[in-house]
Structures are given as C-alpha cells and as structure tokens.
T-cell receptor, first 116, second 113 residues
C-alpha cells in the first residue's frame, strides 16, 4: 500500500527566511510519481511539480526547489526567501503507475505561515 | 488558466435536500475523474473514481446511495449529495488528469443547515 507522510503539520517563518517542507513516501512500485500541490485559503489545489521515480535530478523553479532522494524515500520542498504570499497548505502526493486511473494518495499537508 | 472547472464554489442547503456538484474538464477529455472530500485542517480523502460510461468506483466507507456520481460525458462528472445532513458539510473537490498531472477544480464548500 502506498503512503505519504508530512511530519510537519504547521510551520511558521518570518518573511525572507528559507523553509523546507518534508515529505516521506512508501510504495512497492518501482514506477511512481510524486507531486507537490499548494492550497491557498481559497481552497483550490495548485499544481507545483511532478517527478517520476526514475528522475532523481533536483529541480529549481524560481524560489522553489525540490530534493528527491530515493534512498531515503523523500521528496522535500524548499522555498527560498519566503514571502507572505507563500502562506498556504502544501500537500505532497504519490501516484503509483499500477493504480487504476492513477489516483493520488496525499500526505496530511503542511500549513506554512509566513509572517511579515 | 483553469484546466478543471467545478461548480458551484459554495452552496448552503437545508437538511434533507440534495445538492449537485459539477466537475468539467476544459479543452480536454477525461475518461476518469476523481472526487475528494476535505474536512477542515485535514488532508484530501478520495471518495470515488468516476468513470465515463460506467459505474463509479467508491472507496471503502463511502456510501454509494448517498454520494451519487454520474460521468455522462468525457468532460463532465457530477456528484450529487442526496438527502444531505449537517455531517455532510465539507469541502468537495474534483480532479482530472491531463498529461500525467492531476488538475483540480476550485472546490465546493457545502454547508448543510
């Protein structure tokens, strides 16, 4: 069975600080996909990144970066120089290729509060 | 722009009535859509998988007769909460996959009074 754990339920930082959101996953599949989504107060989920299990290259997109390490089954997300607009709940999710329709299993989410 | 559109974004209904929520894929066909439920400060829990032209697949513990799902076309899935009660009050959100990525609707906040 697949499982995603986000151990940090809430993180509070001051603007311009760097912050890392942790994500640890469990799966028996050798082919799988990992995602990060942002859920601002409005409620909709905003897609941030998808990573497949064969691509361990770290990725950077502006102030966002992701560190994928299969050895530790982790897919951590770092926001550099955080801003108030980054305040949201962030979800890590896993999709196994073998799942019918490729459903997503979500972690519990991490609520990030960036204070001015 | 939005890839998946969900309507309404919020609804208040009286206990005992039914509410229909629509989920549309924009500019692409989705043979499969997913319905999630989210309680305050909690994660998303998959309720059911909506399959175009066939019956929906419900997760364990989700009442099929309570949450009716219809996927009548390749771009539209509907979730009907029948005989709604206050405990059905929640945030419901749908998703459809395009290009290997699950895109989500705006969500529907249902309040049953």
């Amino acid at each position: 069975a697949q499982k995603v754990t986000q151990a940090q339920t809430e993180i509070s930082v001051v603007e311009k600080e760097d912050v890392t959101l942790d994500c640890v996953y469990e799966t028996r599949d050798t082919t799988y996909y990992l995602f990060w989504y942002k859920q601002p107060p409005s409620g909709e989920l905003v897609f941030l990144i998808r990573r497949n299990s064969f691509d361990e290259q770290n990725e950077i997109s502006g102030r966002y970066s992701w560190n994928f390490q299969k050895s530790t089954s982790s897919f951590n997300f770092t926001i550099t120089a955080s801003q108030v607009v980054d305040s949201a709940v962030y979800f890590c999710a896993l999709s196994e290729r073998g799942n019918a329709g490729n459903m997503l299993t979500f972690g519990g989410g991490t609520r990030l509060m960036v204070k001015p | 722009g939005a890839v998946v559109s969900q309507h309404p974004s919020w609804v208040i209904c009286k206990s005992g009535t039914s509410v229909k929520i629509e989920c549309r894929s924009l500019d692409f066909q989705a043979t499969t859509m997913f319905w999630y439920r989210q309680f305050p400060k909690q994660s998303l829990m998959l309720m059911a998988t909506s399959n175009e032209g066939s019956k929906a697949t419900y997760e364990q513990g989700v009442e099929k007769d309570k949450f009716l799902i219809n996927h009548a076309s390749l771009t539209l899935s509907t979730l009907t909460v029948t005989s709604a009660h206050p405990e059905d009050s929640s945030f419901y959100i749908c998703s459809a996959r395009r290009g290997g990525v699950a895109f989500f609707g705006q969500g529907t906040r249902l309040t049953v009074v």
